[in-house]
């Protein structure tokens, strides 16, 4: 039928002869029109994909006949007729243009040179318009071939009111059937799946557990439709999803309501079915699809960015509902029970590397078995290109670091997923946590500041600004101003309070950081490292009863915080009951010259506390013997060595080795007003002049 069919050229020319190249720009065009709106009507009106399935079936089989058929045919104004053979097309063409010639300029007479000339020149002219004509319908039929080719790929044709990245939350699983083993595990498959497009923001389980403690809810371990419309309106989120599971006979039914926020109205929903449980994975892949491009997603977008359930999970579903319980159990805090339902999993799919991974992170985060953590870590990243993007580029940041002990080949992996999912908050706090171990401090601000930017509520992120604030810059006016912007985030959360006492204490506004820590004890009276600074607090005041008091509720609370007797010692002699004094010093002592040396013999704050308690006991020759251990083993903890001399009574040694520490960049202020063992300091000109030295004035 075709002549020249392996040489490309002429057989496109062959094509657009035959007219064959503008049915199939038509067909195209016509077709993706009517694909689009089968979609958009089954969608709207929540009816199966089959139909959409079989209209592209059908289509398909029409397009190969369409090429057929104007290959073989030709509609002309006499009806349709059967294409001549190309040799003889070819000469009817060249008849028409040369009877055109003689219709339309002049009838060929004789052999007059000049009219052979007139004639050549009007056939020539002819055929340039004829191939003219022939190359804007091949350009044009080609443009538009490739626009509807890159309008299906990379449009949606969504009328949803969601837009790139913003956010949606999804509930839990109404789980219509009998069968326990989908509760907790078709949530977290669905929201892994969601999770993996770049388009589309998931609010994040932990976020929610945040937001329903607020809301007071009772179950948080179930988010309904209320709840989580609820959750939604509170944070600003404008979409939610419900998804459900039910069974019809021997089928599964599984679907995903749209839902809009602000009036409860479904906007979409989404029903596909599975005629057995094992295929449910793969139908919650094709659930997922279908939701990210009902809100927006192209389809180009949804396949590079996808990666099956089956590969990414395990296919086991039970495997998956002890993993998510696991998951449940860590955000509780219940990292027993999180341990055992990971090994669970890992007992009924030993393939399932999330939990390897997971597992891994558990057991050296909690230092519950170190060794077979980094040993299940290895082992996920030996498989990591078969997770998701996000979890694959977790794995390796934490198998960088845990097991390689390579900080910076972890913050790399972290950077990537920043750029990746700029959006997720989580990502931002674990590299400021990464840049702030590796001493990169203000890289560490930066990325915690971005963290609570992205979730006002993140308290751990604060603590981070503001630990660095305060520690480490010495800045306590920064410090201040964002524990002010935590309690105004997070009023519940005591460590808000805990920071802005401690940026007063640098302020030298000691009686408003004493309201500060008692809000903060209020608030959560068992938070043992604010009741040290309420006390201390006290001490700097010289309410040495009120400090008692505290500290000895401390030890009621908790009768090994060894600490609490020293700071009672010292608040014992400063009030006369030297017996008293004696007792807890002595509590202190046989403490630290027994465990303590015994665990921690080569670690020269052993030394120091040894020396500093024997001090506060008169026994200046004891106190000077572990002074000189402690010098042999680390002589760099000046701002220590500092407070040990001055109990010591060696103002003019303490002074230097401040000196030491401020010039080695010691900037801790709040605990240089703080220590008792550092109050002989406070009036002392040299130690003033230090501190405007180093530190900004704030009179």
Same mark, same amino acid.
């Given at each position: 039928?075709?002549?020249?069919?392996?040489?490309?050229?002429?057989?496109?020319?062959?094509?657009?002869?035959?007219?064959?190249?503008?049915?199939?720009?038509?067909?195209?065009?016509?077709?993706?029109?009517?694909?689009? $709106?089968?979609?958009?009507?089954?969608?709207?009106?929540?009816?199966?994909?089959?139909?959409?399935?079989?209209?592209?079936?059908?289509?398909?089989?029409?397009?190969?006949?369409?090429?057929?058929?104007?290959?073989?045919?030709?509609?002309?104004?006499?009806?349709?007729?059967?294409?001549?053979?190309?040799?003889?097309?070819?000469?009817?063409?060249?008849?028409?243009?040369?009877?055109?010639?003689?219709?339309?300029?002049?009838?060929?007479?004789?052999?007059?040179?000049?009219?052979?000339?007139?004639?050549?020149?009007?056939?020539?002219?002819?055929?340039?318009?004829?191939?003219?004509?022939?190359?804007?319908?091949?350009?044009?039929?080609? %443009?538009?071939?490739?626009?509807?080719?890159?309008?299906?790929?990379?449009?949606?044709?969504?009328?949803?009111?969601?837009?790139? &990245?913003?956010?949606?939350?999804?509930?839990?699983?109404?789980?219509?059937?009998?069968?326990?083993?989908?509760?907790?595990?078709?949530?977290?498959?669905?929201? !892994?799946?969601?999770?993996?497009?770049?388009?589309?923001?998931?609010?994040?389980?932990?976020?929610?557990?945040?937001?329903? *403690?607020?809301?007071?809810?009772?179950?948080?371990?179930?988010?309904?439709?209320?709840?989580? &419309?609820? /959750?939604?309106? &509170?944070?600003?989120?404008?979409?939610?999803?419900?998804?459900?599971?039910?069974?019809?006979?021997?089928?599964?039914?599984?679907?995903?309501?749209?839902?809009?926020?602000?009036?409860?109205?479904?906007?979409?929903?989404?029903?596909?079915?599975?005629?057995?449980?094992?295929?449910?994975?793969?139908?919650?892949?094709?659930?997922?699809?279908?939701?990210?491009?009902? !809100?927006?997603?192209?389809?180009?977008?949804?396949?590079?960015?996808?990666?099956?359930?089956?590969?990414?999970?395990?296919?086991?579903?039970?495997?998956?509902?002890?993993?998510?319980?696991?998951?449940?159990?860590?955000?509780?805090?219940?990292?027993?029970?999180?341990?055992?339902?990971?090994?669970?999993?890992?007992?009924?799919?030993?393939?399932?590397?999330?939990?390897?991974?997971?597992?891994?992170?558990?057991? /050296?985060?909690?230092?519950?078995?170190?060794?077979?953590?980094?040993?299940?870590?290895?082992?996920?990243?030996?498989?990591?290109?078969?997770?998701?993007?996000?979890?694959?580029?977790?794995?390796?940041?934490?198998?960088?670091?845990?097991?390689?002990?390579? /900080?910076?080949?972890?913050?790399?992996?972290?950077?990537?997923?920043?750029?990746?999912?700029?959006?997720?908050?989580?990502?931002?706090?674990?590299?400021?946590?990464?840049?702030?171990?590796?001493?990169?401090?203000?890289?560490?601000?930066?990325?915690?500041?971005?963290?609570?930017?992205?979730?006002?509520?993140?308290?751990?992120?604060?603590?981070?600004?503001?630990?660095?604030?305060?520690?480490?810059?010495?800045?306590?006016?920064? *410090?201040?101003?964002?524990?002010?912007?935590?309690?105004?985030?997070?009023?519940?959360?005591?460590?808000?309070?805990?920071?802005?006492?401690?940026?007063?204490?640098?302020?030298?506004?000691?009686?408003? *950081?004493?309201?500060?820590?008692?809000? $903060?004890?209020?608030?959560?009276?068992?938070?043992?490292?604010?009741?040290?600074?309420?006390?201390?607090?006290?001490?700097?005041?010289?309410?040495?009863?009120?400090?008692?008091?505290?500290?000895?509720?401390?030890?009621?609370?908790?009768?090994?915080?060894?600490?609490?007797?020293?700071?009672?010692?010292?608040?014992?002699?400063?009030?006369?009951?030297?017996?008293?004094?004696?007792?807890? !010093?002595?509590?202190?002592?046989?403490?630290?010259?027994? %465990?303590?040396?015994?665990?921690?013999?080569?670690?020269?704050?052993?030394?120091?506390?040894?020396?500093?308690?024997?001090?506060?006991?008169?026994?200046?020759?004891?106190?000077?013997?572990?002074?000189?251990?402690?010098?042999?083993?680390?002589?760099?903890?000046?701002?220590?060595?500092?407070?040990?001399?001055?109990?010591?009574?060696?103002?003019?040694? *303490?002074?230097?080795?401040?000196?030491?520490?401020?010039?080695?960049?010691?900037?801790?202020?709040?605990?240089?007003?703080?220590?008792?063992?550092?109050?002989?300091?406070?009036?002392?000109? &040299?130690?003033?002049?230090?501190?405007?030295?180093?530190?900004?004035?704030?009179?």
């Amino acid at each position: 039928m075709i002549k020249h069919s392996k040489d490309p050229v002429s057989l496109w020319e062959k094509l657009k002869q035959r007219r064959v190249v503008r049915v199939v720009t038509v067909y195209l065009a016509s077709a993706f029109a009517i694909l689009e $709106g089968t979609d958009i009507i089954t969608t709207q009106l929540g009816l199966p994909s089959w139909p959409v399935t079989l209209i592209m079936i059908l289509l398909a089989c029409g397009l190969v006949a369409a090429i057929i058929l104007s290959w073989i045919y030709d509609i002309t104004p006499d009806g349709i007729k059967k294409t001549p053979a190309s040799d003889q097309g070819d000469k009817e063409e060249i008849l028409q243009a040369q009877d055109g010639i003689k219709d339309g300029q002049l009838e060929l007479v004789g052999k007059d040179d000049d009219l052979l000339v007139q004639s050549n020149k009007l056939y020539t002219d002819k055929i340039k318009k004829y191939k003219k004509k022939e190359k804007i319908y091949s350009f044009g039929s080609a %443009a538009i071939i490739i626009a509807a080719i890159i309008l299906f790929f990379f449009s949606s044709g969504s009328t949803m009111p969601f837009s790139k &990245r913003d956010w949606i939350l999804i509930t839990d699983f109404e789980n219509l059937t009998d069968n326990t083993v989908f509760d907790k595990s078709l949530y977290t498959a669905f929201s !892994l799946t969601i999770n993996q497009s770049r388009y589309i923001n998931v609010f994040p389980r932990n976020r929610m557990l945040e937001t329903m *403690a607020m809301m007071d809810v009772e179950n948080m371990t179930y988010v309904d439709e209320r709840t989580g &419309r609820e /959750i939604a309106s &509170r944070e600003g989120i404008s979409t939610y999803i419900v998804p459900a599971i039910s069974e019809v006979g021997d089928e599964y039914v599984i679907s995903a309501k749209i839902m809009e926020t602000r009036s409860g109205n479904l906007l979409q929903s989404v029903i596909l079915e599975s005629d057995n449980q094992r295929n449910i994975l793969s139908e919650l892949d094709r659930l997922s699809r279908k939701v990210r491009k009902t !809100l927006g997603e192209s389809r180009y977008h949804i396949a590079t960015q996808d990666k099956p359930l089956s590969k990414v999970t395990t296919s086991s579903l039970e495997a998956l509902r002890q993993y998510s319980l696991g998951i449940e159990s860590n955000w509780f805090g219940n990292f027993e029970d999180a341990k055992e339902y990971y090994e669970n999993s890992l007992r009924i799919d030993t393939g399932f590397i999330a939990a390897k991974a997971t597992l891994g992170n558990l057991l /050296i985060e909690k230092r519950i078995d170190m060794d077979r953590g980094k040993e299940l870590l290895s082992q996920a990243v030996r498989q990591a290109d078969r997770l998701t993007e996000g979890e694959k580029y977790g794995v390796l940041a934490s198998h960088a670091v845990n097991v390689e002990n390579n /900080i910076p080949e972890g913050i790399k992996y972290l950077k990537e997923l920043t750029r990746i999912y700029p959006d997720d908050p989580a990502y931002h706090h674990n590299l400021a946590w990464y840049y702030q171990v590796s001493g990169l401090y203000s890289e560490a601000v930066e990325e915690y500041k971005k963290t609570v930017s992205l979730n006002p509520i993140y308290a751990m992120a604060y603590q981070g600004i503001n630990w660095i604030y305060l520690q480490i810059m010495g800045q306590c006016d920064s *410090a201040y101003v964002w524990s002010k912007k935590m309690i105004s985030d997070n009023p519940q959360n005591a460590w808000g309070y805990y920071d802005l006492g401690s940026a007063l204490i640098g302020l030298d506004s000691i009686p408003e *950081a004493e309201k500060a820590f008692q809000r $903060g004890r209020e608030l959560n009276p068992y938070f043992m490292d604010n009741l040290y600074r309420l006390a201390l607090t006290y001490h700097m005041q010289e309410k040495y009863n009120e400090e008692v008091r505290i500290l000895e509720r401390m030890i009621e609370i908790e009768q090994y915080d060894i600490w609490a007797f020293y700071y009672l010692g010292i608040a014992y002699n400063l009030l006369g009951d030297h017996e008293n004094a004696m007792k807890n !010093l002595s509590v202190f002592k046989d403490w630290s010259t027994s %465990a303590w040396l015994k665990d921690y013999p080569n670690d020269a704050t052993t030394y120091i506390a040894i020396a500093k308690v024997t001090a506060h006991m008169r026994d200046l020759e004891s106190s000077g013997y572990r002074l000189n251990e402690a010098m042999k083993i680390d002589s760099t903890y000046y701002q220590k060595y500092a407070a040990l001399y001055l109990v010591q009574g060696k103002l003019p040694e *303490a002074i230097r080795q401040i000196e030491k520490a401020l010039e080695n960049g010691y900037r801790d202020l709040t605990w240089l007003r703080l220590d008792p063992d550092l109050k002989k300091l406070q009036g002392n000109d &040299r130690f003033i002049e230090l501190l405007d030295e180093y530190f900004i004035r704030t009179d």
